[in-house]
């Protein structure tokens, strides 16, 4: 059974889907968002990851410790996992997770998975740069990234509050 839960933030609306694996997807805003109708909205199901989200986004939690369940490649899977281990309020480069992973001519591929993380924010894609260490593309914008960057340095607040 998948469960979803929504809350709103200065980013917008974010939907959260998980099972009895873990957190599957996160979205900010509706697009790509698109419930199936064999989904349940269970806030209850959904606390710990909404939680979770809202420490985070207020400033309170460096670490999330919620299970993660993202679909992908072996690969896909490797670098989402290194990504996770970025400490907060600190940023890699491609190259440098490149290395991490012992796969040195692997950046290009790198971004192309960071570009497609299922759990952005959790999965902190935003903490990634590019090898000139300046702001990648990101799905939701660069301006995303400076928020969420400004928020791990302790200039920012971004707190939600959950809807029922």
């Not at 599957?24 to 419930?35: D, E, I, N, W």
């Not at 591929?109 to 299922?118: D, F, L, M, Q, W």
């Amino acid at each position: 059974m998948m469960y979803y839960d929504v809350i709103d933030t200065v980013l917008g609306k974010v939907y959260l889907l998980a099972d009895s694996k873990g957190l599957r997807q996160l979205t900010v805003g509706s697009a790509g968002f698109c419930p199936d109708s064999s989904w349940e909205h269970d806030p209850d199901a959904m606390k710990p990851y909404t939680n979770q989200l809202t420490e985070y986004l207020s400033g309170k939690r460096q670490k999330f410790t919620i299970p993660l369940a993202p679909q992908g490649t072996q690969f896909q899977q490797q670098v989402w996992q290194t990504l996770t281990e970025i400490p907060f309020g600190e940023t890699f480069n491609y190259q440098q997770i490149a290395d991490k992973l012992g796969t040195s001519n692997a950046a290009p591929a790198i971004g192309i998975t960071r570009n497609v993380n299922p759990i952005p924010i959790i999965i902190p894609c935003h903490r990634v740069l590019n090898n000139n260490n300046s702001l990648c593309n990101y799905r939701y914008g660069q301006e995303m990234v400076s928020q969420l960057l400004a928020l791990e340095s302790g200039q920012l607040s971004l707190i939600p509050t959950i809807t029922k």
